[in-house]
């Protein structure tokens, strides 16, 4: 199971694997009891797991290294539902954190997240893009489509020829 395909969904417990989308939702199975079942983007939203980042002191850093940290740790994993001892699991493991700014429930979240990963033996790295893969070559920057051109820039068709105006002065 690839890290890439491993979603949480909003309003359900627990990680998925993608394994189909569809304009309206998603067909995900669970990492825990295997079931599959499609999802309704309407009601739900989806976050893959290599999008989240999480609050530094200095700059943010991926969730998966954050997993990366965990797994060279030699640590014990503290119990999810002790919020204390998450905080000091943490602040030991991965003092960069900005605790002010992650919430104790987040960091529950990354434990038990964590552990259901490791319990399916899922590989703590992201997928590699095709720029990754390209080597040295610079990618083409591509500019942004504009939305509507400016009347300015394009005259209008069959457009009505505009009257000439005089000028008067009031009082003439």
């Given at each position: ?26 067909i ?9 079942r ?15 980042e ?119």
């Amino acid at each position: 199971m690839e890290y890439s395909k491993i979603i949480a969904v909003t309003g359900l417990p627990g990680l998925y694997e993608l394994i189909n989308s569809k304009t309206d939702g998603a067909i995900v199975r669970s990492l825990e009891d295997k079931s599959s079942r499609f999802v309704s983007s309407r009601i739900h939203q989806f976050s893959h797991l290599e999008s989240i980042e999480v609050y530094a002191k200095k700059e943010n850093v991926n969730l998966v290294e954050l997993f990366q940290v965990m797994d060279k740790s030699k640590d014990k994993l503290p119990d999810e539902k002790n919020g204390d001892a998450v905080k000091k699991y943490f602040e030991k493991v991965f003092p960069d954190m900005d605790f002010e700014r992650v919430y104790s429930s987040d960091m529950k979240k990354m434990v038990k997240w964590y552990s259901v990963l490791k319990e399916q033996g899922v590989e703590f790295k992201l997928s590699e893009t095709p720029e990754d893969q390209a080597g040295d070559e610079k990618p083409v920057e591509k500019k942004p489509k504009k939305m509507m051109e400016k009347p300015a820039d394009k005259p209008m068709r069959n457009a009505p020829a505009r009257k000439a105006t005089h000028n008067r002065k009031v009082g003439e």
